[in-house]
């Protein structure tokens, strides 16, 4: 399903699932922000690497499908339900401004939030 109308009337991208996600490397970015493109959700890199993290346990279960579905599902939670693909660059410039206010707040050094 996509959230791009405007692109695909109907909701629906012209490829299946399957096809779509055989060529995802979900350790690679560039083999699938295109899908999210698509779909027109945000990538937010924090909330990839999290599910990432989650999941990559059990390397043997991990597939293309595994960490997009479960992304594409996050992203229709209600606190992202209004974002767009568009906001991709603002979303994760403001998370990671949070993380140098955060890391400041508790006192680390400017080398140490750089590094």
Same mark, same amino acid.
């Given at each position: 399903m996509s959230n791009n109308r405007e692109k695909y009337p109907t909701g629906h991208l012209n490829i299946c699932k399957k096809c779509t996600t @055989?060529?995802?490397d979900n350790w690679d970015p560039e083999t699938y922000k295109w899908i999210l493109e698509e779909v027109d959700v945000p990538y937010i890199e924090d909330e990839w690497n999290?599910?990432?993290i989650k999941y990559?346990?059990?390397p043997k279960k991990l597939t293309g499908m595994t960490i997009i579905?479960?992304?594409?599902?996050? @992203?229709?939670l209600k606190q992202w339900k209004a974002y767009r693909w568009v906001d991709s660059e603002r979303l994760n410039k403001e998370k990671q401004e949070a993380?140098?206010?955060?890391?400041r707040e508790q006192g680390f050094s400017g080398d140490e939030i750089e590094e």
């Open positions: @055989m060529m995802v999290a599910l990432l990559a346990e059990d579905g479960k992304y594409l599902a996050k @992203m229709k993380k140098v206010n955060s890391m």
